[in-house]
């Protein structure tokens, strides 16, 4: 059994910081991609890349392959930033040949203005 597991999320005001944490536990033989996605409300789930205009400089992805993690660290916060962060990957789990993609259950960032 693979699974996702997130954590750091929180309320903070505008200007602060969270570190949100993506572990990824179970059988697991190999990870191709770890990624963060957040949605907003009434949005849709979007793709969360540190060069994307709306975090750029504010914004880090990071991975430790050894520990099977991906950090997810954020500076600057705005309220715009106020979503669910989900973490996803893909996996191939012990004694299986394809990878599979898996989600986290999501963690809750919300920023006061």
């Known amino acids: 059994q693979v699974q996702l597991v997130e954590s750091g999320g929180g309320l903070v005001q505008a200007g602060g910081s969270l570190r949100l944490s993506c572990v990824a536990s179970g059988s697991i033989s190999s990870i191709s991609t770890m990624d963060w996605y957040r949605q907003a409300p009434g949005k849709q789930r979007e793709l969360v890349t540190d060069y994307a205009d709306s975090v750029k400089g504010r914004f880090n992805i990071s991975r430790d392959n050894a520990k099977n993690t991906v950090y997810l660290q954020m500076n600057s916060l705005k309220p715009e930033d106020t979503a669910v962060y989900y973490c996803?990957?893909?996996?191939?789990?012990?004694?299986?040949?394809?990878?599979?993609?898996?989600w986290g259950q999501g963690t809750q960032v919300t920023v006061s203005s």
């Open positions: 996803n990957a893909k996996i191939r789990a012990s004694g299986t040949i394809w990878y599979k993609d898996y």
